[in-house]
């Protein structure tokens, strides 16, 4: 297992410095960069899918030919994608719209883009010079070939490889959505163009790294069509998720080696909805990895419920896995768990054509949660080949505890009914049947002008829990015997709400609901305590088969 740390980490955010462009004829070996995005081809558009082609241009920036011949592995490849940021609800996505087939470049024309050339001859590509395609000759589908059969990281592939078998004008091409372009529903979106290249002896002389470039990209919608024009300028040796960090920069973007086998890139950031709540946005794009990527593993702190959990990744239309069927493109499952939020895919050995993240492509995980971020260590596992890297990135602190927890089942107050005390300060209830026992936090700000106050119960059954507000502490804080469990918030009671509990956890406003202060008739200067009462229907202490947190008391 490896792990990078960022460069240079503030209390908010953490910068990673950009790539500076390689300088000409320095690496030793064969270095392939792709040096400009320069023309497109729009196709018209079939029932609200539509296609476009880039040409782009290659630059050996190294010492050594680039081969291209037109034999297995033996002539670079080239594929697209194309990407889009946009502020939703609050906060920022970085997502892939689409992806195009491998292109075949087997012919070099030699130039000077970025080098001064030194011809190599026989259609190969000399140290220091350029080869151009145009996005007409890029286009061509007999030229392009499944991804899937491509191993980015040695840089080899069939070829030939078998006819194309098309019947759409869209077919192996740079293929997205209509509606996921469309200035009337997405005018303040930014749009990207990526072009990536493999080539086995740049491979070889681990130059490889540097084979992503990115170019911003517009586009004009008109019925069922969607036509793009380039803009700006390129963003040389930069892969797509860069984008995301020049659009904002309180985004974090870490390089992430698998050993021996390539790279990811893992864009982090966390967005202060305002509310309490706390948007966990993550972007992972699998450079050139062919053990790729099959699970991600974010850090939550006990007693934090994610909601609002999603995920995004790209749309397979066409038979791009093996035996001529399309690569299985369901999306990752996310799981929930006391230290961790993850998602992953069925494994490679259970389906060789499931939806691991391959190279060039990129994949999004979020989540909304009550609580700031810090710098912790997120989890990749690989696909392929199990194993796993680690990297820093953005994910969930501690709540910021506005309330202050009172009456635990730990003996420090009044005994729990049957010998179930809870550990010496764990800060939680009496034992339940599952050995632990139940946890109320706070988080937020508990002002009645602007009330972000949340209430987050975990370690509880997954069963029914009922959130209540009281005006006192029982028996002086020390609480009484009811259920399995203590009886701490009393006085006037308010019934909050009622929710079923998800890996043990709930809480107290969720999106929708009316605030703490309001459910509950709070005036500022207002004491109120707080518990949770939930059923823990197992034969384990008293025959009432319910138990309770400890209590929360805060001052509006």
Request: aromatic share 10%; with cysteine; net charge negative.
């Amino acid at each position: 297992m490896i792990m990078l740390r960022p460069q240079h980490c503030l209390w908010l955010f953490c910068l990673s410095a950009l790539h500076a462009q390689t300088p000409c004829g320095v690496p030793v070996g064969p270095d392939l960069i792709v040096g400009d995005i320069n023309t497109v081809v729009n196709y018209t558009g079939i029932g609200g899918s539509d296609a476009i082609m880039f040409g782009d241009a290659t630059c050996n920036v190294g010492t050594a030919v680039v081969t291209h011949v037109a034999g297995p592995g033996q002539h670079p490849v080239h594929v697209q994608g194309l990407f889009r940021y946009e502020v939703v609800n609050g906060a920022g996505t970085f997502e892939q719209l689409g992806f195009t087939w491998a292109f075949h470049d087997v012919f070099a024309l030699e130039q000077n883009l970025c080098c001064t050339c030194s011809p190599a001859g026989s259609g190969n590509q000399g140290p220091g010079c350029s080869s151009v395609n145009t996005a007409a000759s890029e286009a061509v589908q007999s030229s392009l070939s499944k991804r899937y059969d491509t191993d980015a990281f040695a840089g080899t592939f069939p070829y030939p490889f078998p006819p194309p078998g098309i019947s759409l004008t869209l077919s192996r091409r740079l293929q997205f959505f209509v509606a996921d372009v469309d200035p009337a529903t997405h005018s303040n979106a930014s749009f990207f163009v990526e072009s990536a290249v493999v080539a086995a002896d740049d491979a070889a002389a681990s130059n490889a790294e540097n084979n992503a470039s990115y170019r911003p990209v517009n586009f004009t919608v008109s019925g069922v069509d969607a036509s793009a024009a380039l803009t700006g300028s390129i963003a040389r040796e930069q892969a797509a998720i860069w984008a995301w960090k020049l659009v904002d920069p309180q985004v974090d973007v870490e390089i992430v080696h698998v050993p021996n086998e390539g790279v990811f890139l893992v864009g982090s950031h966390a967005t202060d909805l305002g509310t309490g709540m706390w948007r966990y946005e993550y972007a992972v794009e699998n450079l050139n990895s062919d053990f790729a990527c099959g699970a991600i593993h974010v850090p939550i702190v006990p007693g934090t419920l994610p909601v609002g959990i999603g995920f995004h990744d790209i749309q397979h239309l066409e038979p791009d896995g093996p035996n001529n069927m399309p690569v299985d493109g369901t999306d990752w499952t996310s799981t929930v768990g006391t230290n961790e939020i993850a998602w992953s895919t069925v494994p490679y050995s259970a389906n060789p054509a499931g939806n691991g993240l391959r190279f060039a492509t990129l994949f999004n995980f979020r989540f909304d949660v009550a609580a700031p971020p810090q710098v912790s260590t997120v989890t990749l596992d690989t696909w392929k080949v199990p194993g796993s890297v680690s990297v820093q990135a953005f994910a969930p602190g501690a709540p910021l505890q506005p309330g202050v927890p009172f009456c635990f089942g730990d003996g420090s107050g009044t005994a729990c009914p049957c010998g179930n005390a809870s550990a010496p300060g764990s800060d939680e209830g009496c034992l339940s049947s599952l050995g632990v026992g139940a946890k109320l936090i706070s988080n937020g700000s508990p002002s009645v002008m602007s009330d972000s106050l949340i209430l987050a119960g975990a370690q509880m059954t997954n069963s029914s829990c009922l959130y209540f507000q009281g005006t006192t502490q029982v028996a002086g804080g020390t609480g009484s015997v009811f259920g399995d469990g203590l009886r701490c918030a009393g006085g006037m009671i308010v019934r909050l709400v009622t929710r079923t509990n998800i890996a043990g956890f709930s809480q107290y406003p969720m999106l929708g609901d009316p605030s703490v202060s309001v459910r509950g008739g709070c005036s500022a200067g207002d004491v109120r305590t707080y518990q949770v009462w939930y059923r823990n229907a197992a034969a384990f202490c008293t025959p009432s088969t319910f138990n309770l947190t400890n209590g929360v008391q805060v001052t509006w």
